[in-house]
Each structure stands twice: as C-alpha cells, then as structure tokens.
Nanobody
Framework: QVQLVESGGGLVQAGGSLRLSCAAS????????MAWYRQAPGKQRELLAE???????NYADSLKGRFTISRDNAKNTVYLQINSLKPEDTAVYYC???????????????WGQGTQVTVSS
C-alpha cells in the first residue's frame, strides 16, 4: 500500500504564499502521475495540477499562473507552490498519486487525507 501525507497548509492572509508538500511512503514500486486537487465547502473536488514522473505538467485553466506543481522523484514527494492567495482559494487541498506498490501489481490511485488552507481577507 502507498500512503500519502500532505503538509504545509494553514491560515494565510490574502496576497501571501504557501508551499504544500505531499510525501508518498509505504510499499512503493513506482509512482507515476501525481496531482493536486482541492475541495471548497459545498463544492466539488477540482483538479488543480498534475505532473508525470518525467516532469510534464498540466494545470487547470482557471489557475492563471498562480500555482506551480513540482516533484522530487527521489523523495516521492510532490509540491504545490501557491502565490497571490485569495480568499476563494480557501479549501482542503488533496494530493493523489497513481502508482504500483509492487512489481506487476496494478496501478492504483491513492489519496492523501488533505490539508486545510484558509485565506483571510
């Protein structure tokens, strides 16, 4: 099994920045794509950004360049840098990873427990 643990959330003033981290641990044979999502109260979970093991990235059109996803394959960790935070960025931020726990096992999607980001105006 692969476990994902997010960190780096918290309370920040509008205009500030945060760097979220998500580390994968446990039985890991390979981690392929990793991604960040968020879910605001009363809203559906939305994809923010994703990154392949080779470093190719894809972002939601709505982010307008404020979000940057990166990863350290040696540490099985994905990061999300968020700049110019706005109150509407308040949400629980989740990371996900698609990977294999052992050689030959199927690729499965794993989720972290989420980290709260609250932006005050």
């Amino acid at each position: 099994q692969v476990q994902l643990v997010e960190s780096g959330g918290g309370l920040v003033q509008a205009g500030g920045s945060l760097r979220l981290s998500c580390a994968a641990s446990g039985s890991i044979f390979a981690i392929n794509a990793m991604a960040w999502y968020r879910q605001a109260p009363g809203k559906q979970r939305e994809l923010l950004a994703e990154i392949t093991s080779g470093g190719m990235t894809n972002y939601a059109d709505s982010l307008k360049g404020r979000f940057t996803i990166s990863r350290d394959n040696a540490k099985n960790t994905v990061y999300l840098q968020i700049n110019s935070l706005k109150p509407e960025d308040t949400a629980v931020y989740y990371c996900s990873a698609v990977g294999q726990s052992t050689a030959g096992s199927p690729s499965l999607a794993y989720w972290g427990q989420g980290t709260q980001v609250t932006v005050s105006s």
